[in-house]
């Protein structure tokens, strides 16, 4: 009886060292449009790290709802390249559901998440790099950068961040992300193992990695939609063995002409789908067929504004991460951003005015610290950023010899970075199988299917969901990252 009062006192004690030893004006104690009592603590504010010019990072960080004392530190990235990691937030696996305000404006009414990441982790949602979301540096020369600046700068983040949270040094560290943090985490995965090699210090405890419909290989990604639209039956046989005659499976550097007139017919087939989810409706633009006479006085003022025809569809922004128009992978050199992508042509099935009210609204931005000098919050930013690294093949290979556990995660839904092209490039690896491709289990139905490498490098599905996997399936998902986070079988 004693010794359980000394482990209660000593649990007792670690939780309000926690609480305490965080920077205090770090600290989140309300935010507007939540009525309650925060399940656990919120910290946000500025990361700031020192250069010719200097760069502010900005963080939210949710501590574990569970044991922040023993529950892992989890660092998410959104992707873009470009695109605040409040996407993630908001959208998708944040501590809250956001409730659209009622016609006539208003903030969202914010309610607790039950499928919460925070949930059985503690959070750190990032915007990264400088000039994305409320990340930003005085001389916006530091918005040119690029896949292996950014992974030098979060890593310096991280080290600093584990500094002013000293507390969280021992937890087991993993980053996950979705899109084109595919590119983000494992080169920033290389870079903290090479720190560590190195002895820098604080040592950052990394054990691992997941990502989601995450872009890794330029040739895998870019063959995979024509087969990936076959395989849902969104063209023919006829015309998917036109194309695989005429292209012979290469579906993006192609030079034949025949190759690009069945592709092009291929887009067009396609061009009405919601690319992020074919299963989800789209948001369009005036001039769709699908109002009924004209008459738009069922839609939001705020949504006729943007141009929005359809009904809204709950709060859903639909899309983001980063998809590329068509059939064009992640090349080198210079990625168009999503602002200057929407320059020039209409990226469909686009909606983010919940995040945009809420972030943009002066109370709210008090409430977490964000700097005026950071400008008008945008989900993806104008930034100039270059794909520099190359493959993530040889990153991946490079993080299981290191001992780090990897997971993969597939919506077999996305159009945008399809799973075949994910599946392809992972069996390229060329990992001895030691659990073969079988279902896995949610609230007692097949919630997609799973096949586990040799080196901990695990392949999974969800069944049903997009390119934003938590945002369409939140319990499944949260089911896979606690009990892979855990070490347990899924």
């Known amino acids: 009886m004693a010794m359980q009062r000394v482990t209660v006192f000593v649990c007792v004690f670690l939780h309000l060292y926690l609480v305490e030893a965080a920077p205090k004006i770090s600290l989140v104690k309300t935010l507007p449009g939540f009525n309650g009592t925060f399940p656990s603590k919120h910290y946000s504010g500025y990361v700031s790290l020192e250069g010719n010019p200097p760069k502010n990072l900005f963080y939210y960080f949710v501590v574990s709802e569970r044991n922040p004392t023993r529950d892992p530190v989890v660092l998410w990235l959104n992707g873009g390249p470009g695109c605040s990691s409040f996407d993630g937030f908001v959208y998708e696996h944040g501590p809250f559901n956001f409730e659209a305000a009622k016609q006539g404006?208003?903030?969202?009414?914010?309610?607790?998440?039950?499928?919460?990441?925070?949930?059985?982790?503690?959070?750190?949602?990032?915007?990264?790099?400088?000039?994305?979301?409320?990340?930003?540096?005085?001389?916006?020369?530091?918005?040119?950068?690029?896949?292996?600046?950014?992974?030098?700068?979060?890593?310096?983040?991280?080290?600093?961040?584990?500094?002013?949270?000293?507390?969280?040094?021992?937890?087991?560290?993993?980053?996950?992300?979705?899109?084109?943090?595919?590119?983000?985490?494992?080169?920033?995965?290389?870079?903290?193992?090479?720190?560590?090699?190195?002895?820098?210090?604080?040592?950052?405890?990394?054990?691992?990695?997941?990502?989601g419909n995450g872009v890794c290989d330029r040739d895998f990604d870019g063959n995979a939609l024509v087969p990936f639209a076959h395989g849902m039956g969104l063209i023919s046989n006829n015309m998917f063995k036109e194309a695989e005659a005429l292209c012979k499976g290469k579906y993006h550097t192609s030079t034949n002409a025949n190759c690009e007139k069945i592709l092009n017919k291929i887009d067009s087939i396609l061009d009405g789908l919601n690319r992020y989810d074919i299963l989800e409706p789209c948001f369009h633009k005036p001039g769709v067929n699908d109002v009924p006479n004209g008459?738009?006085?069922?839609?939001?003022?705020?949504?006729?504004?943007?141009?929005?025809?359809?009904?809204?569809?709950?709060?859903?922004?639909?899309?983001?991460?980063?998809?590329?128009?068509?059939?064009?992978?992640?090349?080198?050199?210079?990625?168009?951003?999503?602002?200057?992508?929407?320059?020039?042509?209409?990226?469909?099935?686009?909606?983010?005015?919940?995040?945009?009210?809420?972030?943009?609204n002066d109370a709210v931005r008090k409430a977490i610290n964000a700097n005026p000098e950071s400008g008008k919050w945008n989900l993806c930013a104008d930034i100039r950023y270059s794909h520099d690294a190359g493959s993530m093949i040889s990153y991946h290979k490079n993080s299981t010899a290191n001992g780090y556990r990897v997971l993969i995660y597939s919506g077999d839904h996305d159009m945008c970075v399809p799973f075949t092209g994910t599946q392809s490039w992972i069996q390229s690896l060329g990992y001895k199988i030691v659990d073969e491709w079988r279902p896995w289990l949610s609230n007692g139905q097949t919630a997609g299917f799973l096949e586990k490498y040799a080196g901990d490098f695990t392949f999974l599905t969800i069944k049903g969901a997009g390119h934003t996997v938590p945002e369409y399936k939140p319990r499944e998902s949260l089911e896979f990252f606690d009990r892979w986070l855990q070490g347990k079988k899924i």
């Not at 020369?141 to 310096?156: P, V």
């Not at 000293?166 to 985490?185: K, L, Q």
């Open 105 to 211: 404006g208003g903030l969202p009414i914010l309610h607790l998440n039950p499928y919460s990441w925070s949930k059985v982790a503690n959070i750190i949602y990032l915007d990264s790099p400088a000039g994305v979301g409320f990340s930003y540096s005085p001389n916006t020369s530091s918005y040119i950068t690029g896949d292996i600046q950014t992974a030098a700068d979060t890593h310096l983040f991280l080290l600093k961040w584990f500094e002013q949270y000293p507390e969280f040094r021992a937890n087991p560290f993993y980053m996950t992300g979705e899109s084109y943090a595919g590119i983000y985490i494992p080169t920033l995965a290389s870079d903290i193992n090479k720190g560590i090699k190195s002895g820098l210090k604080p040592v950052i405890n990394l054990k691992g990695y997941m990502v």
């Open 295 to 360: 008459n738009l006085s069922f839609v939001p003022d705020s949504f006729k504004q943007l141009g929005v025809t359809d009904k809204p569809l709950a709060v859903r922004k639909r899309m983001y991460g980063r998809a590329w128009p068509f059939r064009a992978p992640v090349q080198e050199g210079i990625i168009p951003s999503w602002p200057q992508l929407m320059r020039e042509i209409s990226v469909p099935c686009t909606n983010d005015i919940v995040a945009t009210e809420w972030l943009n």
